[in-house]
Nanobody
């Protein structure tokens, strides 16, 4: 599956952004989806993700640094996964990537390790000014 991440931009501290991850018109219902980011000079890190479940839900998990500010959701038709980012901070600046892994089990939890994902989007840049 080929992923596209979009929605990045330049915002001020305290603003919100919503990133989208889609798969060229294909459903992501069979995939665990994660969001990662890479700040300048730093390694890629897990931000948040959503597992598989029946319907358009799924368990979610977040990095401590974004808990309470970021949330991951699937759209009802599961053609996209969103990363809603609120109360953005300058430390949130970086390139954000979405990743997906197909799983056979319909109740797979969140995957936080980048190497376990099969497909990656091209990244979208988020810049938060102070």
């Amino acid at each position: 599956v080929q992923l596209q991440a979009s929605g990045g931009g330049l915002v001020e501290a305290g603003d919100s952004l919503r990133l989208s991850c889609s798969a060229s018109g294909r459903t992501l219902s069979g995939h665990v989806v994660g969001w990662f980011r890479q700040a300048p000079g730093k390694e890629r890190e897990f931000v948040g993700g959503i597992g598989r479940s029946y319907g358009s839900g799924g368990t979610t998990s977040y990095a401590e640094s974004v808990k309470g500010r970021f949330s991951v959701q699937r759209d009802k038709r599961q053609y996209a996964v969103f990363l809603q980012m609120n109360s953005l901070e300058p430390e949130d600046t970086g390139v954000y990537y979405c990743a997906a892994k197909y799983t056979r089990s319909p109740t797979t939890g969140v995957i936080t390790t980048a190497s376990q994902y099969d497909a990656w989007g091209q990244g979208t840049l988020v810049t938060v000014s102070s």
